[in-house]
Structure formats: structure tokens, C-alpha cells
């Protein structure tokens, strides 16, 4: 199984950057699609980003497309999500979860394992 653990949110201005890690502390497993989530008070989760095993398959929200950057190393058993030129509407708690089939789906509902979340803030 996958345990998954963020880290690395906290209180940036607009502008600053970020660098959360999503550490897998369980059995080893592997072949999983690692995706990570966002949700801000009294909304859904959204999708931010997406990365198969290999990294040969990425995706991002049209949102975030072309400031964050996912990335993994599956030797480390993490994954990163390195967020630059953040906005206050990137404020929200950011999730990390594992796909079991190896498909980095948009969908939040196709993910099998998810980590406790770590809060992002950004201030303008």
C-alpha cells in the first residue's frame, strides 16, 4: 500500500514560489500515477497536476499550466510539485494521491490513496 505525506506549504506573497514534496512511507509499490489535488474553503477539489510512473505522460490544469512543474523520483519515493510566480487564488490545501493503475487522471475519484494535505497560502 501507499502512505502518502505532504510537505512543504506555508504563507508566500504573490509572486514568491513554492516546492511541496509528497513522500511515500508505505510497502514498496510502484507503477502508481501520482496526481495532486487542491481544495479552498467552500469548493471542490480541483485538479492542479499529473505524472505516471515514468514521467513520460504529464498533465496540468489549464490554471497552472506553464508556473508549476511536477516532477518524481521514484528512488526517493517522492514526488514534487514546484510552484512558481503563485497567486492568491492558488491559496487552498494541496493534495498529493497515488493512482494504483498507473493512469494520471484528471479525476479526483480515480485515485486510490491520498495524502492529509498541506496548506498553501498566498497573500497579494
Known amino acids: 500500500q501507499v502512505q502518502l505525506a505532504e510537505s512543504g506549504g506555508g504563507l508566500v506573497q504573490a509572486g514568491e514560489s513554492l516546492r511541496l514534496s509528497c513522500a511515500d512511507s508505505g510497502r514498496t509499490f510502484s507503477g502508481y500515477a501520482m496526481g495532486w489535488f487542491r481544495q479552498a474553503p467552500g469548493k471542490e477539489r480541483e485538479f492542479v497536476a499529473a505524472?505516471?510512473?515514468?514521467?513520460?505522460?504529464?498533465y496540468y490544469a489549464d490554471s497552472v499550466k506553464g508556473r508549476f512543474t511536477i516532477s518524481r523520483d521514484n528512488t526517493k519515493k517522492t514526488g514534487y510539485l514546484q510552484m512558481n510566480r503563485l497567486k492568491p487564488e492558488d491559496t487552498a490545501v494541496y493534495y498529493c494521491?497515488?493512482?494504483?493503475?498507473?493512469?494520471?487522471?484528471?479525476?479526483?475519484?480515480?485515485?486510490?490513496?491520498w495524502g492529509q494535505g498541506t496548506q498553501v497560502t498566498v497573500s497579494s
Open positions: 494521491a497515488a493512482e494504483y493503475r498507473g493512469d494520471p487522471s484528471r479525476w479526483y475519484l480515480d485515485y486510490d490513496a
Open positions: 505524472i505516471s510512473w515514468s514521467g513520460g505522460r504529464i
